[in-house]
Every structure is written in structure tokens, then in C-alpha cells.
């Protein structure tokens, strides 16, 4: 079996791309954790990134792994990719890495790219030309490489993500801006607001839903505090579930919101007396 490295590249590009998708992997999350919510799947990928070694005496190999999974802790999914050189790998295995291991991560709605720091990293030193190429290889859009979004800027209305001018507000739009993080912060996924109703909904037909663990070990509570979703976390603690409830591995929801940095979920969490697991 493989083994995952944290790896640490000589380019200082891939090295700061490397540091940005691990600070904003919360977001990949959030938009996987409400995919798997839709009847209809709405994302065209969803793909992260880490480093495979056979021994310390090989090189690692970054590669791409789809059919992702969460725990809070570790990712699950499928190696994308072909190993080139290593032989305890193959194409279609089965992985398991910490999520401090990623080096990247990448989703895509309506053919648009999200995510992907270290690709475009790598298509900032292209020409137009073969960024076209590229882009065309992949089936994706991309945009410009200088401005890496982690969400889509449509989904949000503040002035600082609409689209800008050029010099002196005159010439082309320079487009929507990356959205900043404390905007992602505050804003629920669009999906959110339609969530309430349907978690009461199921709870009435169900009432040990809120309390049930999924496969990967965790209940629905545990699942919205990854997910950042305070609208989420509020209807469930209104539909009876424990703000301190245990997942397998006996962790609470205020572990999983601090685990991925979601400010608000954390705060309200705590406001409603969660407490932090003794495995924290």
C-alpha cells in the first residue's frame, strides 16, 4: 500500500498554492458535503490532491483522488490517476489520507473550475496558447490564473466580490472577484435556507434520524457542523438533537467546526453549551 507524504515541493509557487487549498479546504467541503444532499448531482468533479511514496527511498508521486468521503479527520476515495514510477498504487485503489495531507483540491459546476491552486499555479507561466490547450484537455473553465475562486462569486452580493472596471472604471470588466474569506464565512451555502424545513419534515416521519451515525461515523449534527451551516446545526438542535453528541470516534460537532475553522458554527455551538471532546 502507498504511503502519503506531506509533501513539500521547491517551487515556491506550488509551495503557496499548497498552503491556500489546505486554508480553504473547508470550502471544497461544504460544496461536496451539499452535493451528496441533491436527488441530481450538480457538480461535474470533485477531486483533491496528495502525495503517494512507495518507501523513503522513492520519490512521491502527487496525485488526484475522486469519490471523496469525510470524516472530520481523514479523506476516502479513488486514485484519478496512473502512477507513473511507484508500484504499491494503482489506478482505482481505494485511499485513506489525513486531510493535512492534501495539496490540492478542485470542484467544478456547469463546466467552471473551483479550487485548483497548484493547476493554476502551473497555467500562470503558460502562454495563451497552451493555457487554452490546457483548459481544453481538462473540459474546464479555469479563468484566470491570478484569481483562483472557492466559490461561485454569483451566489453573493457584497460590492468587494461584484464585478470591477478597469482603469478609471472605464474598459472591459475585469469580472467577479474571488469571494473573501469573511464573507464565505457569514453566508450560508444556497441550499441552506431550504434545509430547515425538510430536516423537521424527515425528524417527524423519523425521530431517531438526528441521533443515527452514517457510515463514516457521524451523526447529521456532526455532518452540518463540517459543513459550516449554522441554519442546519439550529433546526437539528430545535428537532431534539444533542449539541454534545459523540461520533464513533467520539468527537462532538464543536470539534468538527473547529477542525475546519467555520467561525460562526463554532460560536454558535458554544453559545448553545457544546463542548469540546477530551479527544481534542
Known amino acids: 500500500m502507498a504511503k502519503v507524504t506531506i509533501h513539500k515541493d521547491d517551487n515556491p509557487a506550488i509551495e503557496a498554492a499548497t498552503k491556500r487549498a489546505k486554508a480553504t479546504f473547508r470550502y471544497f467541503w461544504r460544496e461536496l458535503s451539499w452535493d451528496y444532499r441533491r436527488i441530481v448531482p450538480g457538480l461535474d468533479l470533485a477531486v483533491f490532491k496528495v502525495a503517494f511514496t512507495d518507501d523513503k527511498e522513492t520519490p512521491a508521486e502527487v496525485m488526484w483522488v475522486n469519490e471523496v468521503n469525510f470524516d472530520g479527520y481523514s479523506l476516502t476515495g479513488r486514485l484519478l490517476n496512473e ?58 473553465d479555469f479563468g484566470d490564473p491570478a484569481k483562483v475562486h472557492v466559490a461561485p462569486a454569483s451566489w453573493f452580493q457584497e460590492e468587494e466580490v461584484k464585478k470591477k472596471k478597469g482603469f478609471f472604471g472605464f474598459g472591459k470588466s475585469a469580472g467577479p472577484q474571488p469571494v473573501p474569506d469573511d464573507v464565505l464565512q457569514k453566508r450560508e451555502h444556497p441550499m441552506a435556507a431550504n434545509m430547515a424545513p425538510e430536516i423537521k419534515k424527515m425528524v417527524a416521519s423519523n425521530p431517531g434520524a438526528v441521533s443515527e451515525l452514517a457510515d463514516n461515523g457521524l451523526n447529521m449534527l456532526h455532518q452540518m457542523a463540517l459543513s459550516g451551516s449554522v441554519m442546519g446545526i439550529k433546526a437539528l438542535l430545535e428537532c431534539g438533537a444533542k449539541v454534545n453528541s459523540k461520533s464513533n470516534k467520539g468527537h462532538t460537532a464543536i470539534d468538527f467546526a473547529r477542525s475546519l475553522g467555520w467561525k460562526r458554527a463554532y460560536t454558535f455551538l458554544k453559545q448553545q453549551g457544546g463542548k469540546p471532546s477530551a479527544k481534542e
Open 83 to 140: 502512477p507513473n514510477w511507484l508500484k504499491s498504487i494503482k489506478q482505482g485503489d481505494a485511499v485513506k489520507v489525513p486531510v493535512k495531507g492534501i495539496t490540492d483540491w478542485l470542484y467544478a459546476i456547469d463546466g467552471v473550475a473551483y479550487g485548483g491552486f497548484s493547476v493554476n499555479a502551473i497555467r500562470k507561466q503558460m502562454g495563451k496558447r497552451e493555457r487554452k490547450q490546457h483548459d481544453e484537455a481538462w473540459g474546464l
